[in-house]
């Protein structure tokens, strides 16, 4: 089991990763309440998509679990998973913390 | 002059790799100085010191991600995909069993799906890829029996149509080779009558042979072709 600190290590890895395609004045700015997915979304859908997949690799390879972040629970959820970085890192944990299939 | 060695430092992966255009496409690649892995169902059937072979079968999901996590342990990247792996029964759509209809679904469009989709998260971080789906000219011509072929065929146009909007800021490219009739094992399946009225209604009525194909997997997975996307050629003068 991942801890939320090592779930945003992560994430941030992931976001870091997107900044490296970007250009100076296109940085983002990377923490807890970095908005991913929404109206103030700091990422465009092909940068959030390569997020998604660099976080699943790296949860699957940390973690030994494969964990599956746009499935239907997610989209179904209250709050979006993508809604920020806390809300996702919530979300990985939820994930992580029932038995495996 | 062209280099013999023209895939030099390029890792391709095939599906179907074992026997027919699949196994032609793997060969010709091999030859050219690429890195070969095939995915297909059955062992390898030949031996080459480029080629790896892992037993996967494209129309499970679980097997095709399976089938890249081994890959990912023998190379990091991966700059050309064929989407070979195809399954055919032509018989009258009453009579079509359902088990044949699902097996060409899942095959022949899921498993370009599935390939294609762990594939480009691989050249995402390359920055380069060819994707290239072997077609059939049955998704043009929709011959009597071939439904749901046709239909999967048509399907892994609009397939590779779409992922090359989707891929083209990560400068992979989506395209699709629509084979007419080249004699292989699955040729064979069908009736030589049907077979010879198809060929000869045809432009060019004759059979393809491996140089069409190989010609235009060269010209789609050029370095030249970077701007060329979403395209289906059709060989023979179907259109």
Known sequence: MLSKDEVHTIIFQALSNVNDERGPDEQLDIGPTTILFGTHAVLDSLSLVSVIVDVEAAVSEVSGRDVVLTDDRAMSQDLSPFSDVSSLTAYILLLLSEPAL | ?239
């Open chain 2, 1 to 239: 002059m062209t280099s013999p060695l023209k895939y030099a430092g390029k890792f391709a992966l095939v599906t179907g790799s074992r026997r027919g255009v699949g196994r032609l496409i793997t060969e010709h690649l091999l030859e050219h100085g690429a890195n070969v892995a095939g995915f297909a169902r059955g062992e390898a059937t030949f031996e080459y010191p480029n080629y790896v072979h892992f037993q996967v079968d494209v129309s499970d999901p679980a097997s095709v991600q399976k089938g890249f996590a081994a890959l990912k342990k023998i190379t990091e990247v991966v700059h050309i995909v064929v989407n070979n792996a195809a399954v055919l029964t032509s018989q009258y759509a009453m009579i079509m069993p359902p088990a044949a209809a699902q097996a060409m679904v899942n095959t022949n469009l899921l498993g370009t799906f599935m390939v294609s989709r762990e594939a480009s998260k691989m050249m995402r971080k390359l920055k380069w890829g060819r994707i290239i789906n072997i077609g059939s000219m049955a998704a043009s011509l929709e011959p009597i029996g071939d439904s749901v072929y046709a239909a999967c065929k048509a399907g892994v146009s609009t397939l590779a149509n779409v992922m090359a909007r989707e891929l083209a800021p990560l400068n992979v490219t989506c395209n699709t080779l629509g084979v007419s009739g080249i004699q292989t094992d699955m040729l064979a399946q069908l009736p030589k009558d049907k077979i010879a009225a198809v060929i000869a209604g045809l432009p060019l009525p004759r059979f393809a042979e491996p140089d069409d194909i190989l010609n235009v997997i060269d010209f789609f997975a050029s370095d030249r072709s970077s701007y060329i996307t979403a395209q289906t050629v059709f060989l023979g003068g179907v259109n």
